[in-house]
């Protein structure tokens, strides 16, 4: 059964600063997403990640994906205010399923 | 160009009884997911709908079910509500031949008294 991990769950940095978060999983997969979700609304989709090695940046946020050792990381760069909110990886189960498994999500807080 | 709709947003039921949500997917998807997210949780796959049959289902009891309509759109039906039950329900969208991106709704949000 395909099991996904992240860390750390809460997180609570200064704005300016760098961070990386990490997202492992248990069972080989072919898709990895990363979403944002801000309080009380839905998740809005920030990465789609297809293969080993792939790299994707979106203005202060770059995520890749190492299928090899089956971990996503998530790079915060000099943090604003602005990306508060709680992250979540999902692996998709592999086979063409599109279900998705999440983990428990990492709530950011960037205080000024 | 219409995203996910889901309806209503906001619904109090007691124990015990019936209810049902419903999803419209984005224009041009025809596949239909749901997931329920507890408070503090990550979302938790129920099950998805695509051709109007349930294709996967994850670990949910029977009281769970759901319908696809032939315009794609779909409904989450829970009896005998529990406590438990209260929850976010999301939908999510895709087109499965093309195997791309989900797209979330804004989400039902479930309490049960």
């Known amino acids: 059964e395909l099991k996904v991990e992240q860390n750390p769950l809460f997180l609570s940095m200064q704005e300016g600063k760098n961070y990386t978060i990490y997202c492992n999983y248990s069972t080989t997969s072919d898709r990895l997403y990363w979403y944002r979700q801000d309080p009380g609304k839905s998740l809005e989709s920030l990465f789609v990640l297809l293969s080993n090695g792939a790299v994707k940046q979106e203005g202060r946020l770059m995520a890749s994906l190492d299928t090899k050792a089956r971990l996503s990381t998530l790079h915060i760069t000099a943090a604003v205010h602005d990306l508060s909110a709680t992250y979540f990886c999902?692996?998709?189960?592999?086979?063409?399923?599109?279900?998705?498994?999440f983990g428990k999500g990492m709530k950011l807080t960037v205080n000024p | 160009d219409a995203g996910v709709t889901q309806s209503p947003t906001h619904l109090i039921k007691t124990r015990g009884q019936q209810v049902t949500l419903r999803c419209s997917p984005k224009s041009g998807h025809d596949t239909v997911s749901w997931y329920q997210q507890a408070l503090g949780q990550g979302p938790q796959f129920i099950f998805q709908?695509?051709?109007?049959?349930?294709?996967q289902r994850g670990n949910f009891p029977d009281r769970f079910s759901g319908h696809q309509f032939p315009n794609y759109s779909s409904e989450l039906n829970v009896n005998a509500l529990l406590l438990g039950d209260s929850a976010l329900y999301l939908c999510a969208s895709s087109l499965v031949r093309m195997k791309n991106i989900q797209y979330f709704g804004a989400g039902t949000r479930l309490s049960v008294l």
């Open positions: 999902a692996v998709e189960v592999q086979g063409g399923s599109e279900k998705l498994v």
């Open positions: 709908y695509y051709e109007e049959e349930e294709r």
